[in-house]
C-alpha cells in the first residue's frame, strides 16, 4: 500500500543531481573478537544476506510518482528485493590503513542510490590493519535524518560482548504504530500541526515570528542573518566526488572548556570547529576579512521519539572567523547562538518545521541555477551537526568492539564542506565530508581541529 511522501522529505527528492546525491551515512570502525578467524566476515555477510528476507517495510519501499497524487512522491512496497545488492562484502587493498578505509568510503558516499530500488546500502568492509573491520553504510535522506538513522544502526548493537548474530536494520521489527494511510500532502501537514485550520493559523503566525526574529539578529552585534555570509573557497560549484575525513576527541577535553567559560557543549564544539576553518583557510591565503556562517540543524524530536523521516529545525552561528583571539571567538559563537535558540523559542513545532525546510532549501541561487555557485551570496558558508550518540556505552557487533562511530552527510552546490559529529564512549567523533575538487587538502583540517581544541583549552 502506498504512502505520501512527506514535503520536508520530498524536498531531498526533488533537489538531487549526480553532483548532488541526497543521501546520509556513517562509518563504524570495530575491533575484531579474539577468536574471529579469517572466514569471520565471510560468515557474517552470509547472515546478512541469508535467508533474503526484509522484516522491516521501511527499508522494503521504494518511491514512485502517482498520478493520482498529481505526480507527488509516494512509497511503494518493492516485492522484488534483492539483498545482496544492498548489502555488498568489500575487501581493502594492502596495507589496509584508515587512509585506505577513508578512500573507499569517500568513493561510495559520493554515488548516487538507485530509484528503482529501496534507497538504502550497507557495506561490510574487511582487510584493515589491526584486526578491524568497518561497516559503512548510507540511506536517502528522504527516508530518515540523521538521528534516526543513528537510531537505527544503534539497535543493530549490543552492551553484551559475548552477544552473536546480530539483525540488521531490515530485519529489525518496525516501532512505529501501524496507522492508516495519508491521503496526500495537505492532509500530512495538517497531521503534524494539528488541523488544517492550526496550519493556517501558524502559517499567518509565521511572517511577523520570523520578522521580529531578525530585526532582533540585526540588533545584535554578532548575530548571523541568512544571505551576508561572505564568498569563500568552500562556496563554489561541487561536483559528484566526495572527500571523507574522520577522527576522534575525548569528550572530556570539550567538557573542560565548557566548565571553564561557561558556554554549552555545543558552542565549544562550534568554537572548535571554527578556530580550524580560521586557520585552515589562513593556510591557504583564502580566509575573508568577514566572519564565516554555519548553518546547524536542530532535531526536533523527543528523546522518546521513534518516528522515521525528518524533523528539523535549523539555525545560523556566527563563527567569529574573522576573530584571531579563542576568547573572543568563543564569546561570539556562543552569543550567537544564544540569539538564534531564542528566535526558534518563539515558534510553535509547526513553525519550527517550516523553518527547517526553508533552512536546508535556501542554499541560495547557486544550488539551483548552473554557474551562479561563487557568483551569489551564500546564505551560509557550510554546515556543521550534532547529533547525539550514546555517551555513556560501550557496543559491539557480533562481539566487535565499536572504536568509531563516523556520521557521513550531505554537500550542496555553493556549500562544498560539511562537519558532522556524534558522541559514542565518551568520545566525540567528526566526520568531515567536501566535494574533492572544491575543497583542497581536506584532512588537513584534521590537525587544525586539535590545534583550535588546544587554544579553547588555555582559556
Not at 548474530?165 to 504504530?177: E, G, K, N, S, V
Not at 551576508?228 to 573557497?233: D, F, L, M, S
Not at 544550488?367 to 547525539?388: C, D, E, K, Q, W
Not at 559529529?421 to 581536506?442: A, E, K, N
Request: hydrophobic share 40%; proline share 7%; with cysteine.
Amino acid at each position: 500500500m502506498s504512502a505520501p511522501v512527506g514535503p520536508l522529505d520530498a524536498m531531498f527528492l526533488a533537489g538531487e543531481s549526480r553532483q548532488l546525491p541526497m543521501h546520509v551515512g556513517g562509518l563504524m570502525l570495530f575491533d575484531l573478537p579474539e577468536d574471529a578467524g579469517r572466514d569471520h566476515l565471510a560468515k557474517l555477510y552470509r547472515e546478512m544476506v541469508d535467508p533474503a528476507q526484509v522484516v522491516n517495510p521501511l527499508f522494503g519501499r521504494r518511491i514512485r510518482h502517482s498520478a493520482a497524487n498529481l505526480g507527488y512522491w509516494s512509497w511503494e512496497p518493492d516485492d522484488e528485493i534483492d539483498l545482496e545488492y544492498h548489502v555488498r562484502l568489500s575487501a581493502l587493498a594492502r596495507p589496509g590503513r584508515i587512509r585506505e578505509l577513508l578512500e573507499l568510503t569517500s568513493r561510495l558516499h559520493g554515488a548516487r542510490l538507485d530509484r528503482h530500488r529501496p534507497l538504502w546500502e550497507i557495506h561490510v568492509i574487511e582487510g584493515l590493519r589491526g584486526r578491524r573491520l568497518a561497516l559503512y553504510s548510507k540511506v536517502h535522506h528522504a527516508m530518515l535524518d540523521g538521528v534516526s538513522a543513528l537510531r537505527w544502526m544503534q539497535a543493530t548493537l549490543t552492551d553484551d560482548p559475548t552477544r552473536r548474530h546480530m539483525p540488521a536494520p531490515y530485519a529489525l521489527p518496525d516501532r512505529q504504530p501501524q496507522q492508516a494511510p495519508e491521503p496526500g500532502l495537505l492532509e500530512s501537514v495538517a497531521k503534524v500541526g494539528g488541523g488544517v485550520g492550526r496550519v493556517l493559523t501558524d502559517l499567518a503566525g509565521l511572517t511577523p515570528v520570523a520578522l521580529r526574529g531578525a530585526m532582533h539578529n540585526l540588533r545584535a552585534e554578532h548575530a548571523a542573518v541568512a544571505f551576508q555570509a561572505p564568498q569563500t573557497i568552500l562556496n563554489r560549484p561541487i561536483t559528484g566526488a566526495r572527500r571523507f575525513a574522520a577522527q576522534s576527541w575525548p569528550m572530556e577535553r570539550l567538557a573542560t572548556v565548557r566548565a571553564s567559560t561557561g558556554a554549552t557543549f555545543n558552542d565549544v564544539m562550534l568554537a572548535m570547529c571554527a578556530g580550524a576553518l580560521r586557520n585552515y583557510l589562513l593556510e591557504l591565503n583564502a580566509l575573508p576579512d568577514q566572519a564565516l556562517t554555519a548553518m546547524v540543524p536542530v532535531s526536533l524530536r523527543g528523546a522518546d521519539d521513534e518516528s522515521n523521516g525528518n524533523a528539523l529545525a535549523t539555525l545560523l552561528c556566527d563563527l567569529a572567523t574573522d576573530e584571531p583571539d579563542p576568547e573572543r571567538r568563543m564569546r561570539r559563537v556562543s552569543e550567537s547562538t544564544k540569539y538564534a535558540k531564542r528566535v526558534l523559542s518563539q515558534l510553535t513545532p509547526l513553525q519550527n518545521l517550516m523553518i527547517g525546510a526553508v533552512g536546508l532549501g535556501s542554499a541560495g541561487l547557486g544550488a539551483v541555477i548552473p554557474g551562479a555557485a561563487g557568483r551569489t551570496p551564500p546564505p551560509y558558508n557550510l554546515v556543521i551537526s550534532n547529533v547525539p550518540g550514546p555517551v555513556d556505552s560501550t557496543l559491539y557487533w557480533n562481539g566487535a568492539r565499536l572504536r568509531g562511530l563516523y556520521p557521513m552527510s550531505i554537500v550542496l552546490n555553493g556549500q562544498a564542506l560539511n562537519i558532522s559529529v556524534t558522541s559514542y564512549d565518551h568520545q566525540l567523533h567528526f566526520g568531515l565530508i567536501g566535494c574533492r575538487r572544491s575543497v583542497p587538502h581536506l584532512q588537513r583540517l584534521l590537525g587544525h581541529l586539535e590545534t583550535s581544541l588546544t587554544e579553547l583549552e588555555r582559556l
